[in-house]
């Protein structure tokens, strides 16, 4: 069955001090894995797209990665800021279905001052 | 930043009626979906829709449900009759392509649906 793990499921950071979110997956055939930001009470809003072919991805504070070998991927967010709390949440793509993005849980982040 | 929009933000119904979900995606978007989330839970596919017809929904998406583009603009989703269960956040999203270009679906924030 198409599933996608994320851990912790909830964090709690300073602001400043940088983290790493993870990602399992075991979508196959795989096509692509994006991370989302999803702030309480609003959509999901698109962070990165990596395909197989890509290792790293970064938009601004945020960098992805992808081990599409062992079906895996991370998520760091850098010098965070108290406008990072929010869920971030893995979707990953199977080939076959290419709308049907499948969600993970999310990992709730709390940035404290 | 162009962006989509849906109507209302929170919708309350009794068991049984029908309700109408309403969205605008973004104009020069070519691909249109319908998700939920339960509270608590996964965001959950329900329907991709591309060029006047369906060409993907999940086993959630049954005869209870429809979709429609009624004009250039709009893109609907109508639960015939509700059920409790169908409580949940609705997300309607739009994307300029669904193929190899992988270009981000973009995502409204959402009607929030109470059956009571």
């Known amino acids: 069955k198409n599933q996608v793990e994320q851990s912790p499921q909830s964090l709690i950071i300073l602001e400043g001090k940088n983290c790493t979110l993870q990602?399992?997956?075991?979508?196959?055939?795989?096509?692509?894995l994006r991370w989302y930001k999803q702030d309480t009470g609003r959509g999901p809003v698109s962070l990165t797209i990596?395909?197989?072919?890509?290792n790293t991805k970064s938009n601004g504070r945020y960098t992805a990665t992808l081990d599409a070998d062992t079906k895996q991927s991370s998520l760091h967010i850098t010098a965070s800021q108290l406008s990072d709390s929010a869920s971030y949440i893995c979707?990953?793509?199977?080939?076959?279905?290419?709308?049907?993005?499948?969600f993970g849980q999310g990992t709730e982040l709390s940035v404290k001052p | 930043e162009p962006e989509v929009t849906q109507t209302p933000s929170h919708q309350v119904t009794q068991m049984g009626q029908e309700v109408i979900l309403r969205c605008v995606p973004i104009?020069?978007?070519?691909?249109f979906y319908w998700y939920r989330q339960i509270l608590g839970q996964k965001v959950e596919f329900l329907v991709s829709?591309?060029?006047?017809?369906?060409?993907?929904k999940s086993e959630i998406f049954d005869d209870q449900f429809s979709v429609e583009r009624p004009d250039g603009s709009n893109f609907t989703l109508k639960i015939r009759s509700t059920k409790l269960e169908d409580s949940a956040m609705y997300f309607c999203?739009?994307?300029?392509?669904?193929?190899?270009?992988?270009?981000?679906?973009?995502f409204g924030n959402g009607t929030r649906l109470t059956v009571t």
């Open positions: 999203a739009s994307s300029l392509s669904v193929g190899v270009s992988y270009s981000p679906l973009h």
């Open positions: 990602c399992n997956y075991t979508v196959s055939p795989f096509s692509n």
């Open positions: 990596m395909t197989f072919s890509e």
């Open positions: 979707v990953v793509t199977s080939r076959n279905q290419g709308g049907k993005l499948i």
């Open positions: 104009s020069n978007h070519l691909y």
């Open positions: 829709f591309y060029n006047n017809e369906i060409s993907e």
